[in-house]
């Protein structure tokens, strides 16, 4: 199954988070574009599939890097934001279905699993 091109995936990211930054909720503008953030890191396995991609703004998505989800969630709370973490569940839900789904994602599949399992934990 091919994947839609990074503008139609940023397109579809927009409709289905509401174009606000899912780190420090800021809402995008003219002033404030969206970045293409990786909730899998593509150095740990993430795919750019749209299941694993979401809208950031450009500060949230730089000062991250390469920094587990969770990681850097705490991080974005010690620091006054209000991080979606209810996007950010629904996203890694859908990935782990689309792994599933489309098989392969070797490296990315532990990634998955223990993001998943420590944000639950989180909620619990």
């Known amino acids: ?27 995008f503008d003219e ?15 993430g795919p750019s599939w749209l ?7 450009r500060r949230c998505n730089g000062e991250r890097g390469h920094r587990a989800l969770v990681e850097w969630l705490e991080e974005c709370e010690r620091r006054g934001w209000t991080p979606d973490v209810g996007r950010l569940e629904r996203v890694l839900v859908a990935l782990q279905a689309a792994i599933r789904e489309r098989g392969g994602q070797r490296k990315a599949r532990p990634q998955l699993e223990g993001q998943l399992r420590r944000l639950r934990k989180r909620a619990a």
């Open 51 to 57: 299941e694993n991609e979401v809208e950031a703004c």
């Open 1 to 27: 199954m091919a994947q839609a091109g990074r503008t139609a995936r940023m397109a579809a990211a927009r409709r289905r988070d509401g174009g606000t930054c899912v780190w420090c909720g800021v809402a």
């Open 31 to 45: 002033r404030t574009r969206p970045t293409r953030e990786h909730v899998i890191p593509r150095v740990k396995g």
